[in-house]
């Protein structure tokens, strides 16, 4: 399956480039706009080429405003990615970093942690598109995604340990919970760089190509989730991320009650007639 790449995103992305030569005060760094042909998926591009997207002050201001203007009443799925060739996320802007004294360089990486748990705690499914360096606060920025569709040039890694810190926006915390204890402490450890193949290996990328476009199979993998109801698609996730949280029996009744969610909904009919009538399901979010 073939998605068309949504035409306004190649239009802001052309204007975007046009930016480049204007101040900083003056870009756009970080915004959300639906993806055409696909109702249901939004995406979030990142744009910020002059420093590989590396999180600073004020891409991080518009990440959340960007945020908390996603229409959540109508999203389905949304694809974090970038508009910089080469390069996802280079992590923390350290000339910012720099300049902050100790107390506002613990503020900062409070408001990383802080964004980045919201971006897991959103009720849709979330992609991250990586196709390039995702270092530092970009693997953290990944890691906040339920998905990762990783491209031919992609390259993980938690580098912080080699400079004097410890990954502070979520890293050594998700990164374990994904691709298991051991496997963790040694990326962290070393700080090594984990390409497309090996990330897809250890769990830590969910699809990889090596030759086509990590975008365009992340939107077909959008795609694909948009089919499903909304409300179920929440409840889904809602059941998972809960139910990780404590023992199988109690995670079982997690499940139970969100099914229980489901059982008087206006979809959940809409897709018993629909397999019945042998078609294919309009849900409609109620």
Not at 187 to 193: D, L, P
């Amino acid at each position: 399956m073939h998605i068309a790449i949504n035409p306004r995103l190649l239009l802001i992305r052309h204007r975007l480039g046009q930016c480049r030569g204007l101040a900083t005060v003056t870009q756009i760094q970080a915004s959300i706009e639906p993806q055409a042909g696909i109702p249901g998926v939004y995406t979030l591009t990142l744009n910020r080429p002059e420093a590989k997207n590396s999180l600073g002050r004020q891409l991080m201001t518009q990440l959340r405003e960007a945020l908390r203007g996603l229409k959540l009443d109508q999203a389905k799925c949304l694809l974090i990615q970038s508009n910089v060739a080469g390069t996802f996320c280079a992590g923390a802007d350290l000339k910012e970093r720099a300049a902050m004294t100790p107390e506002e360089g613990g503020e900062f990486v409070k408001t990383l942690r802080a964004t980045f748990s919201a971006i897991a705690d959103l009720p849709v499914p979330t992609i991250a598109v990586v196709d390039g360096y995702a270092i530092g606060g970009g693997t953290e920025l990944a890691l906040a995604a339920d998905l990762r569709v990783a491209g031919p040039s992609a390259q993980f890694s938690l580098r912080e340990t080699r400079l004097g810190i410890i990954p502070g926006a979520g890293g050594t915390q998700r990164l374990p919970r994904l691709i298991g204890r051991s496997k963790a402490k040694e990326m962290i450890f070393t700080g090594r760089f984990v390409g497309p193949e090996e990330a897809l290996d250890v769990g830590l990328a969910d699809h990889m190509t090596m030759s086509g476009s990590a975008e365009q199979l992340a939107l077909e993998l959008a795609a694909q989730i948009a089919q499903a109801a909304p409300i179920a698609l929440r409840s889904a996730k809602a059941a998972i991320n809960e139910g990780l949280e404590t023992d199988l029996a109690n995670g079982m009744n997690v499940e139970e009650q969100q099914y229980a969610k489901i059982l008087t909904t206006e979809d959940r009919l809409e897709g018993m007639r629909a397999f019945k009538e042998k078609r294919a399901p309009k849900f409609i979010g109620k």
